[in-house]
């Protein structure tokens, strides 16, 4: 049995590829990343996140990523965005209605608490803003503005120290012993 080769339309593949640059356009303008094969046809998509960046470019070292994505990971369980299922209760949050809450986003809750305040004030603030930019925002600032904020810092040498010193704090944090806080009653 032979195979009827489809006919080829010169317009309905100029579409296609009018489609395909479009659709490349919209997601470079969100902040993605794409992949793109031989044939031109999309592979992959991602949006990096700054650590990535600072990665890339040599101002943070292998170790400050893995412990910057460490945490990230931690947040998303405790926001409940990492998509993972587990023993499921409604806590009223305040407001009046029931929240879905996993045991896993408390005790991940609890670790962020305990990395944070391991790591100081300063460390602190703008470890979290990188963390809800990263992992909450769909379109998030640029991270230069993000260390502007929090810090004040304008200089672009600046810059990249101040994000290297937090993220060496936070690396010490996780590599140093842990050590469990009483709670008092």
């Known amino acids: 049995m032979s195979r009827r080769r489809k006919i080829h339309d010169p ?3 100029e579409r296609e590829r009018a489609n395909t640059k479009a659709e490349v356009e919209r997601l470079t303008d969100m902040g993605a990343e794409v992949n793109l094969g031989p044939d031109g046809k999309i592979l992959s998509a991602w949006r990096s996140n700054v650590f990535t960046v600072l990665l890339r470019s040599g101002s943070i070292t292998p170790n400050h990523h893995a412990a910057a994505m460490r945490l990230a990971e931690t947040w998303a369980t405790w926001r409940g965005l990492s998509g993972a299922t587990g023993r499921t209760e409604f806590v009223d949050g305040g407001s009046g209605s029931a929240e879905l809450v996993t045991d896993r986003m408390l005790m991940a809750g609890r670790q962020v608490e305990r990395t944070l305040a391991g790591v100081g004030p300063m460390d602190e603030a703008l ?3 990188f963390m809800v930019a990263t992992v909450e925002e769909d379109r998030p600032m640029a991270w230069r503005g ?9 200089g672009r040498d600046a810059q990249p120290a101040i994000v290297r ?9 996780y590599e140093g012993p842990m050590v469990e806080r009483k709670e008092i009653a």
């Open 146 to 154: 993000i260390v502007e904020r929090v810090s004040g810092v304008t």
């Open 165 to 173: 010193a937090a993220l060496e704090n936070l690396r010490r944090v």
């Open 127 to 129: 470890l979290t803003a």
């Open 11 to 13: 317009a309905a593949a």
